[in-house]
Structure formats: C-alpha cells, structure tokens
C-alpha cells in the first residue's frame, strides 16, 4: 500500500466503479434469472440474441477499416470477409473457416496488396 | 464446431479457446499499448484487464481517461458498452439454470463477446455442458487477454507491428465462423442482416458505444415479432399448433435437417 500514492486516488475510484459497470451486466442474468421458469416470450426473444449480437459486433467490424466505413475494394477485411461467409457456408467447418481468413489477410498483406 | 467426443474436457476447452487466444493477444497487446500512452500505469493496466476482461470497456476508458473525461462519465460510458453483457448472459440462462448460483457467478465473471459466441453456439447445437470445459475456455483465454496486455504495458516497444501475422482480422474471422452456423433458417438470416446492418448504421451516425446493445434489441425483437406474425398467420397455424416457447426451438431443429 505504500505506493499507491503512486496512482491518482481519482484512477483508482473510475476504476473500481468501471469493473463494478463491467461485471455487474455479466453476473447478474446468470446469477438471478431463472433461465427455466422465464416467460415464453422473454425466452423467444433471447432465442434470437446469439444471432443478433453476433452479426451487431461483426457488420461493424468488417465493414469500419481503420476507422472509417468503407465498402469498397480497398477494405481488405471486407474481401476476405465475403470468401469466409461463403467457405463457412459450404464447409461447416470453423477452424478452417478462421484459417482461411487469416491465411488470406497474411497473404494480401505479404503480397503487398493491402 | 460441434464438440468433439474424443478430447478431454480441458483440451476441449482449449480448443474452444484457441481461435478467441490468437485473437486476445494482440489486442491485449494493443490495449497495454494505448493504457500507457493514456497515463495509466503498467501494473494498473494489467489489474484492468484481470479485474474487467472486456475488451471495449477497456479501450472506451483508457481512451477518455487519457482525453481527461471525469471518473463518473467514464463509468457511464463503460457501462453503456457494456449493456450487450446483460443480453448474453441473460440468453445463456436457459441452458446453465440447473447449475448452483455460485457457479453461474463464476461463469458470468468469464463472459465476453467471444466466449459467449463460442459457448452459446456449443450449446445451441446440443452440447450438454461440462463445466471444466466452460471454465478452461472462459480463463484461458482471460490468460492470453491479461499477458498481451501485460506485454504491451511493459514492453510495448519490443514489438513492432502484428498487422504481417492477420492477427488484428483474428476476431472478426472468429465471429464469421460462428455467426454462419446462427443463421439456422431463413428468419435468422433476415435478423442476422437487419442487425448488422443497424449496427453499422448506429456506429456510423456516431453511436459507437450504443450501436452493439441498440441493435440486438432491435434484432431480436424483429425476431419474434416475425416469428409470431407467421405462426399466428392462418396458414402456418394449421401446421403449429400455437405460439409456445418451443415454437422457436422446432425452428432451430427444423432449419438444421434442411
């Protein structure tokens, strides 16, 4: 403790109020819902929010290259984005869906066209 | 993905973990990089990242503790990205319910947007869990997450660029492969391109906090409302017999065989 004069006292309080606003939204459905005994509405609904949440966090991610949107050839994780829907269509297969990404990403990179 | 009958529950809990650890690293790294520059000490970077385990709350408060935002509008704003969690770890309730309270705590402490996509995807495609795989897949990849930061906190200038390994695509690549085998029937394809599209939409009018959460609300609840609207449509009705809790589980099945 004697060098916690070290840290701004204000660093510490943001931080312990940001783990507080980070794992409180974590734990607590898990700890209190009962997940068996919801109503059935509620539970159709969080049916649908694997799906929902997973296309929320990657449109952005595909589709914002370094920082900006961009939909055009010049965005190369779009180009290697639309290749990687198709194989993990066909295949199945999600280890070699990831490789074939990445591999394509080393590829364009090491090749000089990105 | 579906879970392989000859691994141990540790090695399939690494497995699992592989793809989202290849991913941590560099942003890890990434993040002990940008805390520092931020004026957050190294150590203070590490604690973070072992005390929160998230990635955008992480970077969302180096960045405005770094720009001098003051303590209580951070939390706000760490919060507000943080609003997906309630989501996922709402939507993993119905298959963890006959877990003991205090192991569903210990598996919320390990939720993130990646191990929540790998988990739940698991247990959509009718993995009985095991709770030493959840929780090998959960913390080893908290390990890579806390040693890229560390790295980048403490030696950040050993390393010069991870862009040559595709490590910075290493997550997106993940979520493709994983959202892919969401898109069970035509439905969820419609809400898997809705929501994307309103996510992209959200962060490009500025809603860069709000986008992730604001959208799979919106999402889901196009969802159901689809859902209902075409089983409580005469047609379909002579087919189910109501809208029950069910209805959208037989749908997940029927999507699978087709």
Redesign the interface.
């Known amino acids: 403790m004697s060098d916690s004069s070290a840290y701004p006292s204000g660093l510490l309080l943001c931080l312990l109020g940001s783990v507080a606003a980070t794992l409180l939204p974590k734990v607590l459905p898990l700890t209190f819902l009962k997940g068996d005994s919801l109503p059935p509405l509620l539970r159709q609904w969080l049916s649908f929010v694997p799906v929902a949440v997973m296309a929320a966090l990657v449109g952005p991610d595909v589709f914002f290259y370094e920082g900006q949107f961009n939909a055009s050839t010049s965005n190369l994780f779009l180009m290697v984005a639309l290749p990687s829907l198709l194989l993990a269509w066909w295949s199945k297969n999600y280890f070699l869906t990831i490789a074939f990404g990445l591999g394509l990403v080393i590829l364009a990179r090491a090749t000089g066209m990105y | 993905?579906s879970p392989s009958a000859f691994l141990s529950p540790v090695a399939e809990g690494l497995r699992r973990g592989l793809?989202i650890m290849?991913g941590y690293l560099p942003v890890g790294f990434a993040f002990g990089v940008l805390a520092v520059k931020n004026n957050?000490?190294p150590a203070?970077a590490v604690?973070?990242s072992v005390?929160?385990?998230?990635g955008s709350?992480q970077f969302v408060?180096a960045s405005l503790?770094g720009a001098g935002a003051n303590?209580?509008s951070?939390?706000?704003a760490?919060?507000i990205v943080?609003?997906?969690?309630?989501?996922?770890?709402?939507?993993?309730?119905?298959?963890?319910?006959?877990l003991p309270?205090l192991q569903?705590?210990l598996?919320?402490?390990g939720?993130t947007?990646e191990t929540?996509?790998v988990q739940?995807?698991a247990l959509?495609q009718g993995w009985s869990y095991n709770l030493t795989t959840l929780f090998v897949c959960n913390h080893s990849t908290q390990l890579a997450w806390v040693s890229g930061t560390g790295i980048g906190a403490f030696c950040g200038e050993l390393v010069r660029d991870v862009?040559?390994?595709?490590?910075d695509?290493?997550?997106?690549?993940?979520?493709?492969?994983?959202?892919?085998?969401?898109?069970v029937s035509r439905l969820?394809v419609v809400?898997?391109?809705f929501?994307?599209?309103?996510?992209?939409a959200f962060?490009?009018v500025g809603m860069s906090q709000w986008?992730?959460a604001l959208?799979?609300v919106i999402?889901?609840?196009l969802?159901?409302w689809l859902?209902?609207r075409r089983d409580h449509s005469p047609r379909v009705c002579s087919v189910h017999t109501s809208?029950?809790?069910d209805?959208?589980?037989r749908e997940?099945q029927r999507g699978r065989h087709v």
């Open positions: 993905m793809p290849l957050i000490p203070l604690g973070m005390l929160m385990f998230s709350g408060f503790w303590a209580l951070i939390i706000a760490v919060l943080n609003l997906r969690y309630l989501l996922q770890s709402a939507a993993e309730t119905p298959w963890l319910s006959a309270r569903r705590f598996l919320g402490l939720l947007d929540f996509a739940v995807t959509q862009k040559p390994l595709g490590l695509y290493a997550l997106t690549a993940m979520f493709l492969a994983l959202l892919v085998p969401q898109c969820h809400v898997a391109l929501t994307a599209v309103l996510s992209i962060r490009g986008n992730i959208a799979t999402g889901a609840s969802g159901v859902l209902r809208a029950d809790p209805t959208n589980e997940i």
